[in-house]
């Protein structure tokens, strides 16, 4: 039976497990889905050679940036970003070969796009991980300018102070690619001038539990279109599939 999965260091309840797993129930695929919680990245060389059969496998949080050190290839696109979430494994006869890829590019333009209007010249990124590497990265191929956003300042990086209501006028797209208002803390927002968005400002964020988070709840007071990351991430899950099976 071919095996797939999602490394990462706490796991919990994962989307991906679920819906792989159902997807290969309702689509009589032969196949199983497990999640390999690894207390380092180290752990990886012994979780590939330990399941032979695996295929290929998502990866999370602390990993996305630590697991390029231990693959063969790497997309070009995922190198950019400098983050890999999705890796595919190939087995020719003793030797096993990983490639790197990174679906968070794809599955956040194709959701983004649909929302993106005329006046969407400018956006602002909040947080500096690799999720955020791969939205600059994605918002750059749709022709937005971008500046990252965090709790403290550095080159090309400023921080929620440095906001103000006339720059609202001129970022129009905000992404939340922080865990801030994540559930359990669902009354936490990023700290910005709600009061100064309109209806052409576009708040993105990549949580979606709870579904509309207060971030969205608060750009929605002032007429902004909102979106949650569910969309991105059930587009992520079906780019996967693809890069596992690429090539076949």
């Known amino acids: 039976m071919d095996k797939y999965g999602l490394i990462g260091l706490t796991l919990g309840h994962s989307f991906s497990k679920n819906y792989f797993n159902e997807k290969f129930e309702n689509e009589h695929i032969h196949a199983t889905y497990i999640n390999f919680e690894i207390p380092s990245i180290k752990e990886l060389t012994e979780v590939i050679a330990q399941n032979p059969e695996l295929k290929g496998f998502n990866v999370t949080i602390p990993y996305k940036q630590q697991i390029m050190d231990y693959l063969d290839k790497i997309t070009p696109e995922a190198k950019a970003i400098g983050a890999v979430n999705v890796v595919k494994v190939s087995h020719k006869g003793k030797k096993t070969t990983l490639k790197g890829y990174n679906s968070d590019v794809v599955g956040f333009t194709r959701s983004i796009e649909p929302l ?85 400002t576009l708040l993105y964020d990549l949580l979606y539990n709870p579904d509309e988070t207060n971030f969205m709840k608060q750009g929605a007071k002032y007429g902004a279109t909102v979106k949650n990351g569910l969309e991105m991430l059930l587009l992520q899950a079906f780019v996967s599939w693809d890069f596992w099976h690429e090539g076949e």
């Open 116 to 200: 993106l209007e005329p006046c969407h010249k400018k956006a602002l990124i909040l947080g500096t991980g690799g999720a955020a590497k791969a939205i600059d990265y994605g918002l750059k191929s749709l022709g937005l300018e971008t500046v990252f956003v965090s709790r403290y300042k550095s080159p090309g990086v400023i921080t929620y102070d440095d906001i103000t209501d006339s720059m609202m006028k001129e970022y129009r797209v905000i992404v939340n690619c922080t865990p801030c208002g994540m559930y359990p803390h669902a009354e936490e927002c990023p700290r910005l001038p709600y009061e100064a968005m309109d209806s052409h």
